[in-house]
């Protein structure tokens, strides 16, 4: 299963990738390298990860997450719906029909809005689904097992698999913590290998304004809807258009300060809260210097895991799919000499197939390089 995420809806409303099959859920991933890093100390250690994984780009969208709820909710026993998305001009998705035949669809200009009012059991749950391939193509599309397993609201197991790229799961707070705020200082960071915002600085944010359809209308390498400063549809701060605000971590990813809070894999008090990271639309001012605006990496918001409201919302992370064997020229999945035939044949008609050093050029180096990696094979 291609396990590159990312919703057509989302493509097509924001420019922000190729539309696709709008009833094929995805969700776009940055690699999240470096690892191995020392955790920040700022953070009480953490934010250091052993290996390499891959974060959402996006918060998921509530178009996201209407066909997640139409795939799934028909009947709707564990609640994957919350009226208040329908009711709440902060809520991005309706239900109509009845119980059995129940239907979703997103409101005006909300569709590539986060989804907001889901809790912890939400967001393993559409974990799961997709890891589980959205019942597409063979996958069960199951909701209940996966890399969760669930006993009605009861999480009874979580399998990680790192070698399997078709996982998807929440961030743990580490994994949260290295894919907002850490950047090398080798590469142009901190001095101590993090920031204290999402934004690639230690400077405070600038407060997000809205258009009157909810995109950033102040984008800017350090702008951030916090402090209800994106005033549109009536209310004093709303959710704005991911991405919108042109902010981006040193991986890639937009918007892992402000919108809204998202759902983390790590527990806290004996396992009954989970937590939340990365401020929301309404986090402001505050006195304690540590807790810079709820935004600062030191900041988790612990809550029963059935919590839901305006300012919650998902992302999700997932392993890094393995590389393609370099060796394996003809691409089937073997190493042997109709490989090192097919790159010869190639090398000699001066297709740049044969470029094996990407540099432009056929030449010996591309020789030597591909019977180097022939010789180690995959």
């Given at each position: 299963?291609?396990?590159?995420?990312?919703?057509?809806?989302?493509?097509?409303?924001?420019?922000?990738?190729?539309?696709?099959?709008?009833?094929?859920?995805?969700?776009?991933?940055?690699?999240?390298?470096?690892?191995g890093?020392?955790?920040?100390?700022?953070?009480?250690?953490?934010?250091?990860?052993?290996?390499?994984?891959?974060?959402?780009?996006?918060?998921?969208t509530?178009?996201?997450?209407?066909?997640?709820?139409?795939?799934?909710?028909?009947?709707?026993?564990?609640?994957?719906?919350?009226?208040?998305?329908?009711?709440?001009?902060?809520?991005?998705?309706?239900?109509?029909?009845?119980?059995?035949?129940?239907?979703?669809?997103?409101?005006?200009?909300?569709?590539?809005?986060?989804?907001?009012?889901?809790?912890?059991?939400?967001?393993?749950?559409?974990?799961?689904?997709?890891?589980n391939?959205?019942?597409?193509?063979?996958?069960?599309?199951?909701?209940e097992?996966?890399?969760?397993?669930?006993?009605?609201?009861t999480?009874?197991?979580?399998?990680?698999?790192?070698?399997?790229?078709?996982?998807?799961?929440?961030?743990?707070?580490?994994?949260?913590?290295?894919?907002?705020?850490?950047?090398?200082?080798?590469?142009?960071?901190?001095?101590?290998?993090f920031?204290?915002?999402?934004?690639?600085?230690?400077?405070?944010?600038?407060?997000?304004s809205?258009?009157?359809?909810?995109?950033?209308?102040?984008?800017?390498?350090?702008?951030?809807?916090?402090?209800?400063?994106?005033?549109?549809?009536?209310?004093?701060?709303?959710?704005?258009?991911?991405?919108?605000?042109?902010?981006?971590?040193?991986?890639?990813?937009?918007?892992?300060?402000?919108?809204?809070?998202?759902?983390?894999e790590?527990?806290?008090?004996?396992?009954?809260?989970?937590?939340?990271?990365?401020?929301?639309?309404?986090?402001?001012?505050?006195?304690?210097?540590?807790?810079?605006?709820?935004?600062?990496?030191?900041?988790?918001?612990?809550?029963?895991?059935?919590?839901?409201?305006?300012?919650?919302?998902?992302?999700?992370?997932?392993?890094?799919?393995?590389?393609?064997?370099?060796?394996?020229?003809?691409?089937?999945?073997?190493?042997?000499?109709?490989?090192?035939?097919?790159?010869?044949?190639?090398?000699?008609?001066?297709?740049?197939?044969?470029?094996?050093?990407?540099?432009?050029?056929?030449?010996?180096?591309?020789?030597?390089?591909?019977?180097?990696?022939?010789?180690?094979?995959?």
């Open positions: 299963m291609k396990n590159s995420f990312i919703v057509a809806a989302l493509a097509a409303v924001t420019g922000l990738g190729a539309s696709i099959a709008s009833a094929q859920v995805t969700i776009e991933f940055r690699t999240v390298g470096n690892a890093n020392a955790g920040d100390p700022n953070s009480f250690g953490r934010g250091g990860v052993a290996y390499e994984f891959r974060i959402g780009t996006f918060e998921v509530n178009a996201q997450y209407a066909e997640f709820l139409n795939a799934v909710a028909a009947s709707d026993p564990r609640g994957l719906f919350n009226a208040n998305m329908g009711t709440d001009p902060r809520g991005g998705i309706t239900r109509s029909g009845t119980d059995g035949f129940f239907t979703y669809a997103v409101k005006p200009n909300m569709g590539n809005k986060p989804v907001n009012y889901v809790s912890y059991f939400d967001a393993v749950r559409m974990a799961n689904w997709l890891t391939g959205q019942g597409l193509n063979g996958g069960s599309g199951s909701t097992s996966g890399v969760y397993t669930l006993n009605a609201n999480l009874t197991a979580i399998t990680r698999n790192l070698s399997n790229p078709n996982q998807v799961f929440l961030p743990t707070e580490s994994e949260f913590i290295k894919a907002g705020y850490h950047q090398p200082a080798s590469q142009g960071g901190d001095t101590d290998n920031w204290r915002f999402a934004t690639r600085s230690n400077n405070s944010p600038t407060v997000a809205a258009t009157a359809t909810g995109d950033i209308a102040n984008p800017g390498a350090t702008t951030v809807n916090y402090s209800s400063g994106s005033d549109w549809n009536g209310q004093n701060g709303n959710l704005t258009t991911v991405g919108s605000a042109g902010n981006t971590s040193f991986y890639g990813a937009f918007d892992m300060n402000g919108n809204v809070r998202e759902w983390i790590t527990t806290a008090f004996n396992q009954g809260f989970r937590g939340q990271m990365g401020g929301d639309l309404f986090s402001g001012f505050n006195p304690n210097p540590t807790l810079v605006f709820g935004l600062d990496p030191a900041f988790v918001n612990y809550t029963v895991p059935t919590s839901e409201g305006s300012d919650l919302g998902i992302r999700f992370a997932s392993p890094v799919p393995p590389q393609p064997c370099r060796a394996d020229f003809n691409s089937d999945g073997f190493v042997d000499f109709t490989d090192f035939d097919g790159f010869v044949a190639a090398f000699e008609a001066g297709d740049l197939a044969a470029d094996f050093n990407g540099d432009g050029f056929l030449d010996f180096t591309d020789f030597d390089a591909f019977v180097a990696a022939f010789e180690v094979g995959c």
